[in-house]
């Protein structure tokens, strides 16, 4: 990257490094430790392969080139820390983020032009799933996206 050593206090890396070669990932976290500054923060969202759903789904669209882009991998919790330690982070948190299930956005969207009120009542329906999920004890899943934040050592 174009910038100096120590130059960021936070960098947000919004699922970039699953849409990488796994052999540039090492590289891509030395250069962002790089250019983060002594304390600064280092937060990931990455493809979580604990979904047994989006695993499933990943593997369809790689396999059927469903998708407009690269995708290489989908990473668990304990991969991400491997990745973190040995690139010189230190794991602070992990979370989940859950998303409409995908296919629920076409459902939504194909039925609001023929009815919006009913279109209204589904996206609640699945706001409400999502709410459930969400659950500290399952959500990892039942998340779309493992987000990790770590501090540079």
Known sequence: M?????????IISNSTLDNMPSRNVDKALKEMHRVLAKSGILLLTLDNAENPFYSFFYFISKKF?????YQDKCYKRKEIIKLLDRNNFKLLNFDSLI?????ANFIIKSIEHFDSNLANHIAKFFIGLENLLSNKHIKFKFGWFIVAIARKK
Request: glycine fraction near 6%; aromatic fraction near 16%.
């Open 99 to 103: 998303h409409i299930i995908t296919p």
């Open 2 to 10: 174009p910038f100096k050593k120590n130059s960021f206090d936070i």
């Open 65 to 69: 080139g469903l998708v407009p882009f």
